[in-house]
């Protein structure tokens, strides 16, 4: 076994529950002439330790022999997934249906045709009834060659059923794929540039959705298929995201989520894409700033992390434990609440430290960039440089540029905030060169590059003057669509407020928050 597979199993092994490995000692390891099998052995020495270490594996078991060692690893592995499978099974709707499919294929082998026919009609309605249209295909194919070569009689018009059944199911799987292909994409483009940036990469995007959609034959005409609808919503979701137009996102997040609230089984069924919805509906409600609603459906998924299907699901359970934290934090920002956000950092710290590689590092330079903003909101710019420097450090700046390019903006305020003068010299020519080499440079970057630039120069009592000239430029610039996007990352203007009135930013964006529920 390659050295990637024994880390693999190790992995496999500290991921259990104990309710696993309850499941796996009872039902999977009989006892063999009164001790335990060898591989149960070397599942116990591997469960007690701390990191991997083959050398302590030998020394602890004197019935190991070493040139046995890599088959005995690789059959554990393959006894861990047969008991992961076994136990988990009847939670997974595709997993009882891919059983179904290989009973019909032993009675298949063993002659028995009609009842492996009886039992493929059967599973194909089930597979039909939880929207598995993959395995409908799969399903359908079977039949055709048992009906093709033998004379079974089974229904009058058998052939022009299978044919007609076949053809239906291969376009919505067709559309399915298509659509889920063209979300994918979207998505990609999302993580790699963020929004759009101006009028190049709006023509871009609008040309690269519309000409794809295009390709799908049928997809304006068709009743569509769950699957087909979910995979439409998502692609219009990352589609009016990058673009930047949040009230459309929003109207088709609302009906992706929707989609699930009409056919409650999928929920379950289809968990990840139901939690991954109400992400991106908080995350248009947040844009738009729909206070109450943001506050509903944050409910809805913290919630939602308490069902039975999150528990089970390790993956779901990450899942929400991201989107519910980017949010918790996304409501301090709404709400102005800084000072309460740092409460949440440790918890955060601390599941990312416990994650670790099950984390992508897309998410952790989010986490990154929203706690240090919490810390600039806070006065707390140290601690803010900290986090940002964690962000730039990243030698793979193609993830999140968007990120990079504003985690560099914000450093520099904070610099000046500390005084920091010198460095601040040096690091705006260093910040201007990253931001022309990303092609992410604005009007806003440029307006705070060229105050930071002046600083050496301007006079104690020149500064509120110049705060005041730098406030009216962006909010000007903030008016322009291609601007805007520089604003969502950081609330700039109302930290330039502060600097003008004399009063912290926490206060001044609080402030602006009250007011808009009065």
Known sequence: MPNQQIDALYQLIKSLSRAEKRYFKVNISPMQNGEKPKFVQLFDILDKMKSYDEAKILKKSKNFNPSQISNLKAHLYKQLLLSLRLQHFNHNIDMEIRQQLDYAKLLYNKGLYMQSLKLLEKTKFTAKEAQQNMLCVEIIEFEKLIESQYITRSIEGRAEQLTKESQEIDNMVYRANRLSDLALQL????????????????????????????????????????????????????????????????????????????????????????????????????????????????????????????????????????????????????EGTFTEARELVPEIEAHIKDLGKKLDKHRILVFYYKIACIYFATDDYSTAIDYLNKIIDQRDVQLREDIHCFARILLLISHFELEHHTLIESQVKSTYRFLKKMNDFHGMQEAILQFLRRLPKMLPNQLVDEFVNLHQTLVALSADPYEKRTFLYFDIISWLESKIEGRAVEEVIRGKFLEEQV
Request: aromatic share 20%.
């Open 187 to 334: 998505y990609g483009l999302y993580i790699k540039m963020g929004h759009i940036r101006n009028e190049v990469d709006k023509k871009a995007v609008e040309d690269f959705f519309e000409g794809e959609l295009a390709k799908i034959e049928g997809i304006q005409h068709a009743d569509l298929s769950f699957y087909e609808q979910l995979h439409l919503y998502r692609a219009y979701v990352w589609y009016y995201y990058i673009l930047q137009n949040f009230p459309y996102c929003y109207r088709y997040a609302d009906k992706w989520v929707n989609l699930f609230v009409k056919n409650p089984l999928m929920i379950e069924r289809e968990p990840f894409h139901y939690v991954k919805g109400l992400n991106n509906l908080l995350a248009a409600v947040y844009n738009t700033r729909y206070y109450s609603k943001f506050v509903e459906v944050l409910q809805w998924l913290q919630d939602f992390g308490k069902y039975k299907v999150v528990k089970l699901h390790e993956n779901i359970q990450i899942q929400v434990f991201l989107f519910t934290f980017i949010h918790r934090i996304n409501k301090h920002f709404l």
